[in-house]
């Protein structure tokens, strides 16, 4: 008797009811970016299929934001004024966890396609990340700070927002180019793709790593100074310490 109540039921809910929201099937053209000797940057491919229910396309449009997020750091960001003449450190801003890099592509500009409360919510676009600033500094002061951040890392490529960069092709397939500057920071990289429609997120949920990592003498440096900081410390001296007895004895028979 349940089991015919429930059949009925669904037989005459409303479509919306038995609606289901679509899918996303997200990759990327490299899972792994490598840096090693005269590394110029990367070009990264990130792209996927929208899988509807049915298989039947909405009328309604819907649109992507892709964001490529680099490890969270604690910063100290200086402010340099000018002093009699010479430039020193004035006031300063901590920033606890703020992204070694931030990228985010959108189909549409991010102000047509969700709202500031949502866009807020997600961290869409460079306005609206949450770097979580700390220290004494409040207010005025510290929105200066933020823009300061946020201006210095995208003139060093490591902050960027590139609206209407995403391709739709027949409202199933999309792909975006983001670009990896030769300055990146290595560590795990997340790469998220938001499903929009009529202004509300629907799929927010689809991540892929990326790990972008140094090799060869590069990777030998950092692996030296981060866990051998002692012995990569007294190399550096003696490794000094014999170049300038080399050029010392090159120019006393110059």
Same mark, same amino acid.
């Given at each position: 008797?349940?089991?015919? =109540?429930?059949?009925?039921?669904?037989? &005459?809910?409303?479509?919306?009811?038995?609606?289901?929201?679509?899918?996303?099937?997200?990759? $990327?053209?490299?899972?792994?970016?490598?840096?090693?000797?005269?590394?110029?940057?990367?070009?990264?491919?990130? &792209?996927?299929?929208?899988?509807?229910?049915?298989? @039947?396309?909405?009328?309604?449009?819907?649109?992507?934001?892709?964001?490529?997020?680099?490890?969270?750091? *604690?910063? +100290?960001?200086?402010?340099?004024?000018?002093? *009699?003449?010479?430039?020193? !450190?004035? /006031?300063?801003?901590?920033?606890?966890?703020?992204? *070694?890099?931030?990228?985010?592509?959108?189909?549409?500009?991010? /102000?047509?396609?969700?709202?500031?409360? +949502?866009?807020?919510?997600?961290?869409?676009?460079?306005?609206?990340?949450?770097?979580?600033? %700390?220290?004494?500094?409040? #207010?005025?002061?510290?929105?200066?700070?933020?823009?300061?951040?946020? *201006?210095? !890392?995208?003139?060093? #490529?490591?902050?960027?927002? /590139?609206?209407?960069?995403?391709?739709? +092709?027949?409202? $199933? =397939?999309?792909?975006?180019?983001?670009?990896?500057?030769?300055?990146?920071?290595?560590?795990?990289?997340?790469?998220?793709? =938001? =499903? @929009?429609?009529? #202004?509300?997120?629907?799929?927010?949920?689809? !991540?892929?790593?990326?790990?972008?990592?140094?090799?060869?003498?590069?990777?030998?440096? +950092?692996?030296?100074?981060?866990?051998?900081?002692?012995?990569?410390?007294?190399?550096?001296?003696?490794? %000094?310490?014999?170049? #300038?007895?080399?050029?010392? %004895?090159? &120019?006393?028979?110059?």
């Amino acid at each position: 008797m349940i089991g015919r =109540l429930l059949l009925l039921l669904l037989a &005459f809910a409303p479509a919306s009811l038995l609606a289901v929201e679509p899918k996303l099937v997200p990759d $990327v053209s490299q899972r792994k970016i490598q840096i090693q000797s005269g590394f110029t940057g990367e070009r990264l491919l990130l &792209f996927g299929a929208i899988i509807y229910p049915r298989g @039947i396309v909405p009328k309604d449009r819907v649109d992507v934001a892709i964001i490529l997020r680099g490890p969270s750091q *604690a910063i +100290t960001l200086r402010e340099k004024q000018q002093i *009699a003449g010479i430039w020193v !450190n004035a /006031d300063s801003s901590d920033f606890r966890s703020a992204p *070694a890099y931030y990228a985010i592509a959108s189909s549409q500009p991010l /102000d047509k396609i969700v709202d500031a409360k +949502t866009a807020a919510i997600y961290e869409l676009g460079l306005e609206r990340m949450q770097l979580s600033p %700390s220290g004494e500094i409040v #207010g005025a002061e510290q929105r200066r700070f933020i823009k300061g951040l946020v *201006a210095l !890392n995208k003139k060093q #490529g490591l902050y960027r927002q /590139d609206d209407q960069s995403v391709e739709i +092709t027949d409202d $199933v =397939l999309y792909r975006a180019y983001l670009d990896i500057p030769s300055s990146v920071p290595v560590g795990t990289y997340v790469a998220e793709t =938001l =499903l @929009i429609r009529d #202004g509300r997120i629907i799929v927010a949920d689809d !991540n892929v790593e990326i790990e972008i990592q140094k090799t060869g003498f590069e990777q030998f440096v +950092t692996v030296m100074a981060d866990k051998y900081s002692l012995i990569y410390g007294l190399f550096a001296v003696f490794i %000094s310490l014999a170049l #300038g007895w080399i050029a010392g %004895s090159i &120019f006393r028979r110059i």
